[in-house]
C-alpha cells in the first residue's frame, strides 16, 4: 500500500506517463490495480472523464486499473476474471490463504484486483497475461488443490451489512469517531491525529470537519462505517446517527 507522500507521486508520475504514451501511441492503456487510497489520491489528479474510466472489472469493485482510453468510444479493458471450484468439506480456505498464496507466487500486489470466495468457489480479478500465469501456476491454495479457469462472466462481490446507531455530540468527525469507538471526544482526536481515521479512503487531518450522507468512514481497529445521516436528536440536544457496518 502506497502512504506518503512520495509514494503518491511516484504513482501519478507513472500514470502521467501511461496517459501521453496513451495520446501519442493512438492506443488505450491501463495501470495496474490500485487499492482504494491510491485511487482516492489519483482521482484528484486523473478525474474520471470520457477518456479516463476507473475500472475494477465488475460494478462496486474496491480495488480498480486507471484506464485512459484514446477513443471515447473505446470500450478497452484488460481486465480477466478467472475462477476455480473448491470441496471445503475437509479443508477450509479463507481469504488469507488465498493472499498467502499468490504472494508465493512473488506476484506484486497490484498484478490482481479483487477476488473473494462464494458458497464452493473462488473468484479472482486480474490483468489477461497475469491471468494465464495464474492459471499455470496458482495450484494448491493451503494445501487445498485448485485448478483456475478463465470466465466470461463478471461475478460481484457481496459486502455484508448491517445498521446501527449511534448517539453523537454532533456531526463533527472527533464526535463520529467517539461515538463509533466508545471512547472520548480527546481519545478520538488522538486517533485522527495519528492517522488512524480515513474519510472515503483519504487520511482524515481535521477533527472539525463534518460527516456528511453515505461517506464512508474507515477507522484502523475499528471497522469501515457508511454514514447515513441523523436519525433524530435526544433531548439533551446530542444526535442519533444511523450507519451501515461492515461486517
Known amino acids: 500500500?502506497?502512504?506518503?507522500?512520495?509514494?503518491?507521486?511516484?504513482?501519478?508520475?507513472?500514470?502521467?506517463?501511461?496517459?501521453?504514451?496513451?495520446?501519442?501511441?493512438?492506443?488505450?492503456?491501463?495501470?495496474?490495480?490500485?487499492?482504494?487510497?491510491?485511487?482516492?489520491?489519483?482521482?484528484?489528479?486523473?478525474?474520471?472523464?470520457?477518456?479516463v474510466r476507473y475500472d475494477g472489472g465488475y460494478p462496486g469493485a474496491r480495488k480498480k486499473k486507471v484506464i485512459f482510453l484514446y477513443d471515447e468510444e473505446d470500450d478497452f479493458s484488460d481486465i480477466a476474471c478467472i475462477q476455480a471450484k473448491i470441496d471445503q468439506r475437509f479443508r477450509k480456505i479463507g481469504h488469507r490463504d488465498i493472499l498467502g498464496a499468490l504472494m508465493s507466487l512473488q506476484i506484486d500486489r497490484h498484478s490482481f484486483g479483487d477476488f473473494w470466495i462464494a458458497e464452493d468457489h473462488i473468484y479472482l480479478y486480474t490483468s489477461k497475461t497475469m491471468a494465464r500465469f495464474l492459471i499455470d501456476?496458482?495450484?494448491?491454495?493451503?494445501?487445498?488443490?485448485?485448478?483456475?479457469?478463465?470466465?466470461?462472466?463478471?461475478?460481484?462481490?457481496?459486502?455484508?451489512?448491517?445498521?446501527?446507531?449511534?448517539?453523537?455530540?454532533?456531526?463533527?468527525?472527533?464526535?463520529?469517531?467517539?461515538?463509533?469507538?466508545?471512547?472520548?471526544?480527546?481519545?478520538?482526536?488522538?486517533?485522527?491525529r495519528q492517522g488512524l481515521v480515513q474519510v472515503n479512503h483519504i487520511t482524515l487531518e481535521a477533527p472539525d470537519d463534518l460527516a456528511y450522507n453515505n461517506v464512508t468512514i474507515s477507522i484502523r481497529g475499528t471497522g469501515r462505517f457508511t454514514y447515513l445521516g441523523i436519525l433524530r436528536k435526544t433531548r439533551n440536544g446530542r444526535i442519533v446517527a444511523e450507519f451501515l457496518q461492515n461486517v
Open 137 to 192: 501456476n496458482l495450484i494448491r491454495i493451503n494445501q487445498l488443490s485448485v485448478s483456475f479457469e478463465l470466465t466470461d462472466e463478471r461475478p460481484v462481490q457481496e459486502f455484508a451489512v448491517r445498521r446501527i446507531q449511534a448517539v453523537a455530540a454532533s456531526e463533527r468527525m472527533d464526535a463520529i469517531v467517539a461515538a463509533l469507538t466508545h471512547c472520548s471526544r480527546s481519545e478520538a482526536k488522538e486517533m485522527i
Open 1 to 51: 500500500m502506497m502512504n506518503n507522500a512520495g509514494d503518491y507521486e511516484s504513482l501519478a508520475a507513472h500514470l502521467s506517463d501511461l496517459k501521453d504514451k496513451s495520446e501519442t501511441w493512438h492506443q488505450s492503456l491501463a495501470s495496474s490495480f490500485l487499492n482504494e487510497e491510491e485511487q482516492a489520491a489519483m482521482q484528484k489528479l486523473f478525474p474520471e472523464s470520457a477518456l
